[in-house]
């Protein structure tokens, strides 16, 4: 019995352990451009929007010059970031099952795509949402409307993954089952405080229920 005919995963603190990569990148522009540095609570307030919108909001005409420093300091370092161990057996087994996966990320096309393609996972996705892609960024459900017309899915079977309320958010609003993971979440208190169909602690639990919800 198949539970799920579509999944959506998030990417930061979802599938990559990407924080302190994003936060690194972000000062490396404010220290050049502004002459600050920005604490991670600071930058995570900002977090919704795409890179480009912020860095633009933050450094007015000096953006086309900052967006290229960002984006060349986000790959050249991108060694800061790695998949969570366990991730690669949950995408190998569910593209066995031949179902449907997509992206939905508050992340711009170009940061998502070097992080996937770095951590060698682009082509696992049948579809990558990207915060470039949509109208609203998170918590509109957008992402995952264009996913399930894609598709054509019943959205009583698709599951949204991802760590923050935007995410429970964006999976309500949808009408899908929402998984939140809390393995390296900076919201956790506030996502337990919410109501998540499924909450998961380890890799190794989300991938045991993936597993299970698969069974033939």
């Not at 450094?59 to 991730?87: C, K, V, W």
């Amino acid at each position: 019995m198949k539970t799920f005919s579509g999944i959506i995963f998030d990417i930061d603190g979802t599938l990559t352990s990407t924080n302190e990569l994003i936060f690194a990148s972000f000062n490396h522009v404010m220290n050049k451009y502004l002459n600050k540095t920005m604490t991670n609570n600071e930058i995570i307030s900002l977090f919704g929007p795409t890179e480009d919108v912020i860095l633009e909001d933050f450094t007015g005409s000096d953006f086309p010059q900052a967006r290229e420093d960002y984006y060349n300091y986000y790959s050249q370092n991108h060694t800061m970031a790695d998949l969570y161990p366990g991730i690669m057996e949950i995408l190998t087994f569910l593209k066995s099952k031949r179902i449907p996966l997509s992206i939905f990320t508050g992340k711009g096309r170009d940061a998502a795509t070097i992080t996937l393609k770095k951590l060698k996972i682009y082509d696992n996705f049948d579809m990558i949402v990207t915060g470039d892609d949509v109208k609203d960024h998170k918590p509109s459900p957008e992402g995952i409307l264009m996913f399930i017309d894609k598709f054509k899915l019943d959205k009583n079977s698709v599951l949204m993954i991802g760590d923050s309320p935007s995410d429970i958010k964006a999976a309500h609003s949808a009408g899908v089952k929402i998984a939140s993971v809390l393995w390296d979440s900076y919201s956790k208190d506030k996502v337990l405080e919410m109501e998540s169909d499924y909450v998961f602690n380890t890799v190794g639990e989300l991938k045991e229920f993936i597993k299970t919800s698969f069974n033939d």
